[in-house]
């Protein structure tokens, strides 16, 4: 079992910034692809960004490629999203997740072993 817990939402304008964190306890691996992803009231989950534990290689979606930066911290077990130049669209929970042997280019909701709890990101115009 990997244990996934969020921190970092809170409420920003629009334009301002945000870092969120995800640290990673248990059976934790470098054979893991991490990622993120966000939910919006009435919409579907989707995907974000991910990185490959061991290889440190990135994936980004379209809308928030040049925005936002997902990147790790191996003595911490923590994966970190920073999200610049935020805009009303990006409010939704952003999710992290897990998935053994992933890759980042090819991780989707459907393929994740492990979920966090959450955390809610709010950007006000």
């Known amino acids: 079992q990997v244990q996934l817990v969020e921190s970092g939402g809170g409420l920003v304008q629009a334009g301002g910034s945000l870092r969120l964190s995800c640290a990673a306890s248990g059976r934790t691996s470098s054979r893991y692809a991490m990622g993120w992803f966000r939910q919006a009231p009435g919409k579907e989950r989707e995907f974000v960004a991910a990185?490959?534990?061991?290889?440190?290689?990135?994936y980004y979606a379209d809308s928030v490629k040049g925005r936002f930066t997902i990147s790790r911290d191996n003595a911490k077990n923590t994966v970190y999203l920073q999200m610049n130049s935020l805009k009303p669209e990006d409010t939704a929970v952003y999710y992290c997740?897990?998935?053994?042997?992933?890759?980042?280019?090819?991780?989707?909701?459907?393929?994740?072993?492990?979920w966090g709890k959450g955390t809610l990101v709010t950007v006000s115009s």
């Open positions: 997740a897990a998935e053994y042997l992933g890759r980042p280019e090819g991780m989707g909701a459907g393929g994740v072993d492990y």
């Open positions: 990185l490959s534990w061991s290889s440190g290689s990135t």
